[in-house]
């Protein structure tokens, strides 16, 4: 793991959505637009975030996924010189930034496809996949996504390029987008080469199930996505079921024992989080827990302000939750600004414990609606209590602790700190 990891927390975008660019291919006018997510830099270090994931910047057909040039910022989004300029701008703040590297596929605009595709036995073939029929694969059934042979020296030369030529420019790291779908040799094999020239370069794998420890050994990529603690917290809450995420987090504290998990609770590709909870009053429980326990915890942008979006599958069933965001954050609805002071709050806790990268958990308390539980670091001193409540009445849980740091709990032992009650509805995060 990079050591700067540990301190890492990322603001997550789709910049073509962010900046209002059409992604139905109808309109690929040529427009500067990366100045506009320029401007939300400052709102990222108010956050308390330090890292700017970014979806992806690269010249696609459409929505981004369908890579018709790698070495290119798409011109939706602006030029080179833009990208480098909002790198730079990053920097300048402390903030860390991260592109997506679509190297399962690429869109059939890509220019050594439409060779290939003319023409089986040229060169340019030797790069994409065959089906049993001999014809050129595609990824997942999406016909305008083009499946790369991973089994090819042609296709390791050509991630291996596209990843030292963007890290040489300035960037820190990658997210290698539907990771799991690629040999986790192929990742073994390219990830080494990229190392050799960037050693302090972050690299996060998309997988949504499977044997995630496994993955990172074999691939040697520095970590995944934990969709399955994702999945855990908002069902947990919206059921009443705290079983499922303590199950979850047993799971994932043994997963800590091989790699620290990129974590979140929103993303580009799901339906937002104050629609999956349909009780606004539990919303905050599912943060809570996203930045109390192990990870590399990722905020997707609207999340901090409680926008609601619902991902449908249909064409354009992701426009919901990759929306534009307005000129600057003056423009934000004041609605928001209580679920962004919330985020600050915790944002801000997370930074002032950065053992908590590393902490794994253990239940203290456990029923269906009361979950208490404790993350522990490496050493005596590094302990957070937890104490989740979505019932109606009050809680009484056993949890020695003296401080309440966030939150609503009341000490029920007579000063002892023995013993803390929490009212119906309520969290808190207790030292």
């Known amino acids: 793991m990079r050591d700067w990891v540990e301190h890492a927390i990322w603001w997550h975008v789709y910049p073509l959505g962010f900046v209002g660019a059409d992604t139905t291919g109808a309109d690929r006018t040529p427009v500067r ?36 040039d790698y070495f ?10 833009d990208l480098d300029r909002l790198v730079e701008a990053a920097h300048a703040r402390g903030i860390r930034v991260l592109l997506d590297g679509v190297f399962n596929h690429v869109g059939r605009e890509f220019g050594p496809f439409r060779t290939a595709q003319d023409d089986l036995s040229s060169p340019d073939a030797s790069l994409f996949r065959r089906d049993a029929s001999g014809a050129l694969a595609t990824f997942e059934g999406h016909d305008a996504l083009v499946a790369l042979d991973h089994s090819t020296d042609a296709v390791a030369d050509l991630v291996v390029s596209v990843m030292t030529h963007w890290l040489a420019r300035g960037v820190d790291g990658w997210r290698l987008d539907a990771a799991y779908a690629v040999p986790p040799e192929f990742w073994a ?59 979850t987090l047993q799971r994932h504290t043994d997963l800590l024992a091989t ?34 326990v192990g990870g590399t915890p990722s905020v997707y942008y609207g999340d901090e302000r409680g926008l609601t979006g619902v991902k449908e599958d249909r064409a354009g069933g992701d426009d919901a939750v990759r929306p534009a965001y307005p ?94 009650s929490v009212p119906g509805h309520e969290w808190a995060v207790l030292s």
């Open 189 to 247: 094999s390219v990830l080494p080469r990229v190392r050799e020239q960037f050693p302090d370069a972050y690299v996060l794998g998309e997988v949504l199930h499977g044997d995630y420890a496994d993955f990172v050994t074999r691939s040697t990529v520095d970590s995944v996505t934990q969709y399955e603690l994702w999945k855990a917290t908002w069902s947990a809450l919206e059921s009443a079921n705290f079983f499922e995420l303590d199950w």
């Open 72 to 81: 290119r910022v798409d011109p939706r989004l602006g030029d080179d010189a």
């Open 327 to 420: 000129a600057t954050p003056a423009d934000l609805d004041p609605a928001g600004q209580d679920t962004f002071a919330l985020h600050q709050e915790l944002v801000g806790l997370r930074r002032r414990h950065p053992w908590l990268h590393t902490a794994t958990t253990r239940t203290l308390t456990l029923t269906n609606t009361v979950y208490a539980y404790e993350s522990v670091g490496s050493v005596p001193d590094q302990r957070l209590v937890v104490l989740l409540n979505v019932s109606d009445d009050d809680a009484t849980v056993d949890a020695t602790a003296s401080t309440v740091l966030a939150g609503t709990a009341h000490d029920a032992d007579g000063g002892q700190g023995g013993r803390w």
């Open 259 to 292: 790699f620290v998990p990129y974590t979140f609770v929103g993303n580009h590709d799901v339906t937002r989080l104050a629609s999956q909870i349909s009780d606004a009053r539990h919303r905050a429980h599912a943060l809570v827990v996203l930045l109390t």
């Open 33 to 68: 637009r990366l100045d506009h997510l320029e401007r939300w830099l400052d709102h990222v270090v108010d956050l308390g975030a330090n890292g700017l994931a970014l979806g992806p910047v690269f010249e696609s057909s459409t929505h981004g996924y369908d890579t018709i």
